[in-house]
């Protein structure tokens, strides 16, 4: 039986991992809840939200195709710093390390999603980023990557109580976690911990009744 795991991205999939049981890892202090996993079980590219038990360690490890964490609960660290919550990282292609957590955390963690070289290595503290206005009132953004040859841009997104974001298209599909309130739209509703992958070329039409907060990430599923 394939372990894969909404592999197919021409296909809307939505995971609510509120409602998901913690799964083992490799480590035995370390679980995950896995959101879409695509080839080898331990060397696919996944996304997945990881648990770090107080005092859990994995050994040092490459990351092949790069490694993208925001850190949502706790603290997550490695021999390069510590990690706070609300810490964005972007370890690119060629990066290795041992992750560690002192106290546990809890992470949102996508691997092997960040082919070729040239990517620039990123560590963005958004609790001390100011929120900028978008083109739609009641919706705020903070920028987290966008570069030149690659084509993923991602960034957080609030929206205030009431606010909606119009119908409109997706060419290169979106990605959509939930990190705080509600948000709804043609496809159903989703609270905090739920995750959304549109295909490319997709649409819709977002409403937040108590406002929201979400990791939103576009532009990676075209062809």
Known sequence: MSAELNADFSRLAIVHTAAMEWQASPSPSVWRKRLE?????????????????????????????????????????????????????????????????????????????????????????????????????????????????????????????GASVADHGHPGGEEVFVLAGGIEDEHGAYQAGSWVRYPAGSRHALHSENGCTLYLKTGHLAG
């Open 37 to 161: 996993l695509v080839g080898g079980a331990e060397s696919g590219r996944v996304t997945s939200v990881v648990r770090y038990d107080p005092n859990s360690a994995f050994p040092s490890h490459p990351h092949p195709d790069g490694e993208e964490i925001l850190v949502l609960e706790g603290v997550f660290s490695d021999v390069h710093g510590d990690y706070p919550a609300g810490t964005y990282l972007l370890n690119p292609e060629g990066f290795s390390h041992g992750p560690f957590s002192e106290h546990g955390c809890i992470l949102f963690v996508k691997l092997r999603q960040y082919p070729g070289a040239g990517r620039t290595q990123l560590v963005i503290h958004t609790s001390k980023c100011a929120w900028q206005p978008r083109d739609t009132p009641g919706v705020t953004a903070i920028a987290l990557y966008a570069e030149a040859g690659h084509p993923e841009v991602m960034r957080l997104v609030r929206l205030a109580p």
